[in-house]
């Protein structure tokens, strides 16, 4: 039998207890930061969606189904990482609204395929472009190089529970 290999690589980040105080207090700040950015990358689209009576979830549907027309329903449980019970309420109100469409797969009918209306187009547009504007400013402030680096964490940060996943 061979042993086996302990390199620092693939060795898991030691637990908080395990951190020096000055480790910690950098962390806990990166990790306030991380809600507040995220608060306000969402802000935007929150008013609009809050007028509407909708929520993130409608607006994380949309988003994706803007980039993949005909997605099946069952593909964008999987992406979004909710069960169906959890898709229910915002997709029927997406569709009441008329901002999303169902319909069967052509080659497999058990299959429901969704893509926006124009209505929903345009709704998904103004919401993420109300984020880009956002991360455009942030990034304005911040310089290219910060940009570069961010994306990088936040890659590394995504690939611990979704390897190369993208919309």
Do not use: C
Not at 13 to 26: F, I, K, Q, V
Not at 85 to 104: E, N, T, V, W
Not at 139 to 147: N, R, Y
């Amino acid at each position: 039998m061979t042993a086996a290999k302990t390199s620092t690589a693939s060795r898991a980040p030691a637990p908080r207890r395990d951190m020096s105080e000055s480790l910690r207090g950098s962390v806990d700040e990166t990790i306030s930061l991380f809600y507040l950015g995220y608060r306000a990358g969402v802000a935007g689209p929150k008013k609009v969606l809050d007028k509407l009576d909708f929520g993130r979830p409608h607006h994380r549907i949309l988003y994706v189904v803007a980039r993949r027309p005909g997605i099946a329903i069952a593909n964008l449980i999987d992406l979004l990482e909710v069960s169906r019970q959890a898709l229910h309420r915002p997709m029927r109100d997406l569709i009441a609204q008329g901002h999303l469409m169902q319909k069967p797969a052509p080659t497999n009918r058990r299959l429901t395929l969704l893509t926006l209306t124009p209505k929903g187009a345009a709704l998904e547009s103004r919401l993420t472009d109300l984020q880009y504007e956002a991360f455009a400013r942030a990034f304005a402030a911040a310089g290219p190089e910060a940009e570069r680096q961010w994306k990088a964490v936040m890659r590394a940060l995504a690939e611990q529970v979704r390897p190369a996943f993208t919309v």
